[in-house]
């Protein structure tokens, strides 16, 4: 199971960028699919996530600024993230998880920088 995660880079305040995990070895239609980041000496946190029935939710901090969307045949889960703020620096991580059975799969992580 691979979850390749891509679209980060260097971006100044109030900018966007659209993160792209693509899953493959999984049907990604039959997983939760969502996204957490990891700042410098912070825990890693959910910023959204969108279950297999389409249920959205997200961080408070993001609410309103990102969007999460998937296109089951391309077992692809996607991240809009506008108006980005320099607190959005992070290495972001796709995540798929299913209950059961239990399985959990993370993707590598892709750099996002906010900075001018």
């Known amino acids: 199971v691979q979850l390749q995660a891509s679209g980060g880079g260097l971006v100044q305040p109030g900018g966007s960028l659209r993160l792209s995990c693509a899953a493959s070895g999984i049907s990604a239609s039959i997983y939760d699919m969502g996204w957490y980041r990891q700042a410098p000496g912070k825990l890693r946190e959910l910023v959204a996530r969108?279950?297999?029935?389409?249920?959205?939710n997200y961080a408070d901090s993001v609410l309103g600024r990102f969007a999460i969307d998937r296109v089951n045949a391309k077992d692809t889960v996607y991240l809009q993230m506008n108006r980005l703020k320099p607190e959005d620096t992070a290495v972001y991580y796709c995540?798929?998880?299913?209950?059961?059975?239990?399985?959990?799969?993370w993707g590598q992580g892709t750099q996002v920088t906010v900075s001018s």
């Open positions: 969108i279950t297999s029935g389409g249920k959205i």
């Open positions: 995540n798929a998880y299913r209950i059961a059975p239990r399985e959990n799969y």
